[in-house]
């Protein structure tokens, strides 16, 4: 029968500090001016990634691994992760010389993978199984209880939990008043339990907000039932937070400290991913940018606070960035798909690029055959606009001619096609 874990404390989040002031990096804390100028407030973001591994993610997996018995460390370790975690578990394994399996979805950006390796060298063992999370962790899972091998959780551990909270301490050390808000991103829950437990004792005035990916928002849908839930389906793009279930740990603390999740739309964390590399030259995944792309729904809660959005990791494959790019469009009400219905007599696209096409708009996407046989042949069209207001335009001009057409929202089978 295993030993019970100890409960989550500001003690054992000091002693992790301890343990781990010769290993990661002390990140900076470095205020925004575009984000200060543009939202009225003091907003600082806590670089995590420039983590030694670009993440928050080591933290914990050091804490847990250095905490081993020697029996264990000559067992082994096992984990499931996206990435981070598995560049955090990597790393460790290499440091203190512990042979480690790590599994990883199936979709995981090359970049991440290629990483992890490089980390853990000849220490470690990848295993590129699942399409989510959840179903990595699964087989990992029961290859580690299969093997005898300690499962090193990427969220749901109190050793876990202690070692993210260690960038509670470093704010302490670095702000010199309690901010009014401190933005956490949330996938299982590990960093946001780890701050919660120590801003109780030392930012007790603080609000501690998680943001979630809205079509992955597992610690959100928990605390609405009050329990935590699986949910069906999620979308993996925000890899870093894509999680279907949140930890039994994680939810309790939540449940009793955190009062508010905000679940973010995944083109707007593209939007502020773009937004970060062009004005402060900040590369964030996904799941890095969420804190920031969390702002705009606090609205005039801002104006005149001290706000710290932890910016959780830097791991993005530059491949990546046509997606971003589309899905930031979209998200600005710039980027237009529709399924068009073209008459097949001679002109019929003519008349649509000299009538219905305002002078700034663009085609960015024509998919159309010919069929012989019919009166009317459909076209995939993508349209590009300058602004936002040219979409209402747009669509009366379409009316106008007399166009049948569909416009292909988010949630269309056909949308999915073409992003």
């Not at 029961?142 to 109190?158: E, I, L, M, N, S």
């Not at 701050?195 to 597992?218: D, H, M, N, W």
């Not at 279907?244 to 999740?261: D, M, P, S, W």
């Not at 710039?334 to 649509?352: C, D, N, T, V």
């Amino acid at each position: 029968m295993s030993t019970p874990l100890p409960d989550v404390s500001v003690r054992s989040i000091e002693e992790a500090y301890q343990r781990l002031k010769a290993i990661v990096t002390r990140t900076p804390l470095e205020r925004s001016v575009r984000l200060s100028e543009q939202f009225g407030a003091e907003i600082y973001l806590k670089r995590e990634d420039l983590q030694v591994v670009r993440s928050y993610k080591l933290r914990g997996a050091y804490n847990l691994m250095s905490t081993l018995t020697e029996g264990e460390r000559q067992q082994g370790v096992v984990c499931a992760s996206a990435g981070n975690h598995a560049q955090g578990v990597a790393f460790t394994c290499h440091r203190l010389e512990i042979e480690g399996h790590i599994y990883m979805p199936q979709n995981t950006p090359r970049q991440k993978i290629q990483r992890v390796r490089r980390l853990g060298g000849t220490w470690i063992h990848v295993e590129l199984v699942g399409d989510t999370f959840d179903d990595t962790y699964r087989l990992a899972a029961g290859y580690a209880q299969t093997v005898g091998k300690v499962f090193v959780h990427p969220f749901d551990d109190p050793r876990i939990i202690a070692g993210q909270g260690t960038v509670g301490v470093e704010l302490r050390e670095q702000l010199p008043v309690a901010p009014d808000f401190i933005i956490a991103p949330v996938g299982g829950g590990g960093l946001i339990s780890g701050l919660a437990v120590y801003g109780e004792r030392y930012f007790p005035q603080t609000t501690l907000i998680g943001a979630e990916p809205s079509r992955a928002a597992c610690m959100l849908a928990a605390l609405q039932a009050g329990h935590p839930v699986t949910l069906p389906q999620i979308d993996t793009f925000v890899d870093g937070a894509a999680v279907k279930t949140a930890g039994q740990y994680n939810f309790r603390i939540c449940q009793r400290l955190v009062r508010e999740i905000l679940p973010v739309a995944e083109g707007a964390i593209c939007t502020e991913m773009i937004a970060l590399y062009q004005s402060e030259g900040i590369i964030a995944e996904p799941a890095g940018a969420l804190s920031v792309a969390a702002l705009p729904l606090l609205g005039e809660r801002l104006r005149g606070a001290t706000v710290v959005c932890i910016l959780s990791g830097g791991n993005n494959d530059i491949t990546r960035y046509p997606e971003i790019i589309e899905r930031s469009l979209i998200d600005q009400g710039l980027k237009h798909y529709f399924l068009i219905e073209f008459s097949q007599r001679p002109g019929a696209l003519r008349r649509y690029l000299d009538d219905a096409l305002g002078a700034d708009d663009d085609i960015t996407l024509f998919e159309y055959i010919k069929k012989s046989n019919r009166e009317y042949g459909p076209a995939l069209v993508g349209i590009e606009l300058t602004r936002r207001e040219d979409f209402a335009p747009l669509l009366a001009r379409m009316d106008g001619i007399g166009l049948r057409y569909e416009t292909i929202g988010t949630d269309s089978a056909l949308f999915r096609f073409v992003l």
